[in-house]
């Protein structure tokens, strides 16, 4: 079989098919990334770099820069990002990039997979009519075609691909039962969908639902921090609610491939389709995209306190990274509170022990806390709360913090 993307989809799923005893090509078109893998070093939080090499060791994995590389494959799984582009619009030029390298490798009896997370009607309005007439087979009789969405959480210990049910669908009939096979094969708990739009919109669903939930957090923690009553109390409070409330927590605004961008697929996807607007969801993506301006107020009004303005200030900020002991800096809020400061003309200081890279850009990560001359701070942003951080030495230093993620107790804290 063939993965095409080796990333936080992909590489998991490669590796759980060798692990199947699949002969397993894996597609990486990143140079660096692709080098990684013939390696058998692992960028992923997720994927120890042991498991890499033994999966190289069976001989049954084999990374490769390009689709020409592959020869004889009877299911291709396609798990490349799908972004935004600049103007918001989905931006599925990876996809189709994939589309076009896998033509001259599809014969009769193979299964394609679209996994990467898109709008409904992707899989059969576009993939599977620009297959067939691109090789002229017949879908649902030579070439089995389906869209089954990834719900890998990086940094989940508890739930993973073996352990979490994954929705399969078909174009047909006949492409379901043979996508459901492929899973199944690899023992992993499908749940068939009677079409691939239906899954298309399930997948949106789940993440649209995190979405708005996290923003109505988000807004109410707004309103909250300056009527000055405690959020996390409340949320802890009716969280004891045994039915009909489910907790969710305020943070710095969201981050990753996910999050802030598929429930724009599917706002857009309705005003495209049925000329309907999704008015929560898209004020939903405009609460969580505003969260880090939040954050930075509260740092300006802490500051102002102490008698500071933000070009005078030198400001630590804890955690680059969206989300706890994950290295991904993927539409990272934490990216644009530093942004703000450094555009309010603070000097601002970068703690991140967990991403790979020592800059990002223009912005230079030190690697703990015991980097940096804690005396010379004046405010500390705790943005993403790794666990290897020693917070600690922040206390006792007695640097004044904002605690965006509930972490720090104490009276130099504040916690939005
Ligand atoms: N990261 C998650 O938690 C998650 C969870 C569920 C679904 N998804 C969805 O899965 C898809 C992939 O996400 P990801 O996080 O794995 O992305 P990623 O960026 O980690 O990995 C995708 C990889 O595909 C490679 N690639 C791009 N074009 C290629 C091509 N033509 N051929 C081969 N490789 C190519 C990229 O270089 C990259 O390494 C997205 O649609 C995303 O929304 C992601």
Redesign the pocket.
């Known amino acids: 079989m063939a993965v ?7 590489l998991p799923l490669a590796l759980a098919a060798v692990d199947a005893g699949l002969s397993v090509t894996g ?4 140079p660096r ?1 692709h080098e990684a893998l013939l390696r058998g070093q692992s960028y992923l939080d997720d994927v120890p770099s042991e498991r890499l090499v033994a999966a190289l060791a069976t001989g049954r994995y084999r990374p490769v820069d390009d ?1 020409v590389h592959l020869s004889d494959i009877d299911v291709a799984v396609i ?4 972004p935004l582009t600049r103007d918001d619009q989905p931006d599925l030029g ?1 996809v189709l ?2 589309l076009d ?1 896998l033509v001259p490798h599809l014969r009769p009896g193979v299964v394609v997979v679209l ?4 709008y409904p009607g992707t899989t059969d309005e576009l993939v599977a009519p620009m297959l067939a007439e691109r090789t002229g087979l017949v879908v649902g009789r030579d070439l089995h075609i389906g869209f089954s ?6 940094g989940n210990p508890t739930f993973t691909l073996g352990n979490t049910p994954k929705l399969v669908s078909g174009v047909t009939a006949a492409c379901r039962s043979a996508v459901d096979e492929f899973y199944r094969s690899i023992g992993v708990l499908t749940v068939p969908v009677s079409g691939t739009r239906e899954a298309e919109f399930a997948k949106l669903l789940e993440n649209t639902f995190r979405l708005v939930n996290i923003a109505l957090v988000n807004e109410v923690a707004e309103y909250a921090h300056r009527r000055g009553l405690d959020i996390w109390e409340s949320v802890r409070a009716a969280g004891t609610k045994p039915f009909g409330f489910m907790q969710f927590v305020p943070g710095p605004g969201v981050g ?3 999050i802030p ?2 429930p724009r697929y599917l706002s857009w996807e309705s005003q495209r389709s049925v000329g309907l607007e999704l008015g929560l969801v898209e004020h939903a993506l405009g609460v969580n995209r505003r969260r880090p301006e939040v954050v930075v107020q509260v740092a300006v009004d802490e500051l102002a306190r102490r008698g500071l303005v933000p070009p005078d200030a030198h400001v630590l900020l804890v955690g680059l990274a969206y989300k706890k002991n994950v290295g991904d800096l993927r539409e990272s809020p934490s990216l644009r509170v530093h942004a703000l400061l450094t555009d309010a003309g603070a000097r601002v200081t970068v703690v991140d022990p967990v991403i790979a890279a020592p800059a990002h850009g223009d912005v230079r990560v030190l690697r703990g806390i015991a980097e940096v001359e804690l005396g010379d701070v004046d405010l500390a942003i705790l943005v993403t709360d790794h666990d290897d951080i020693d917070y600690a030495a922040l206390v006792a230093a007695g640097v004044p913090v904002v605690d965006t993620r509930n972490r720090l107790t104490g009276t130099s804290v504040v916690t939005i």
Do not use: K, M, N
């Open positions: 095409l993307g080796q990333g936080y989809v992909g597609v990486e078109v990143d990334r689709c798990t490349v990002p799908t990876q990039a994939c390298a996994e990467s997370t898109t969405p990834e719900r890998i959480d990086p990753g491939h996910c961008i598929d």
